[in-house]
């Protein structure tokens, strides 16, 4: 059985920041990839940023450059830190792992094996 939490959402003005982090228990590997998912309203589940088992960083182009995701393997946690939100930011974020070494597509999320329940990020202009 493996759980993953999200917490840090909230609600921000433009150019603001958050870190949200993704705690992960129960049956867990260090090796495996886990990645930020992201879901705005009236489009499709996306993928924001990953790490893979190797430890190898991935940003999407839509955030490069303001978010950085990171992972404290000692912790079992995943963390994502968004700086200068914008509106189009807005969504619900989600953790999720996959059990493989190399991650799948961020453009696959049914791939994925274990998701969280989310946090909510709400960014005003």
């Known amino acids: 059985q493996v759980q993953l939490a999200e917490t840090g959402g909230g609600s921000v003005q433009t150019g603001g920041s958050l870190r949200l982090s993704c705690q992960a228990s129960?049956?867990?590997?260090?090796?495996?990839?886990m990645t930020w998912f992201r879901q705005r309203s009236g489009k499709p589940r996306e993928g924001v940023a990953r790490v893979d088992g190797f430890g190898v960083e991935y940003h999407a182009d839509s955030v490069l450059g303001r978010f950085t995701v990171s992972k404290d393997a000692s912790k079992n946690t995943l963390y994502l830190q968004m700086n200068n939100l914008k509106p189009e930011d807005t969504g619900l974020y989600y953790c999720a792992a996959d059990t493989s070494r190399s991650c799948p597509s961020l453009t696959r999320w049914f791939d994925y094996d274990f998701w969280g329940q989310g946090t909510q990020v709400t960014v005003s202009s």
């Open positions: 129960g049956y867990t590997d260090s090796n495996w990839c």
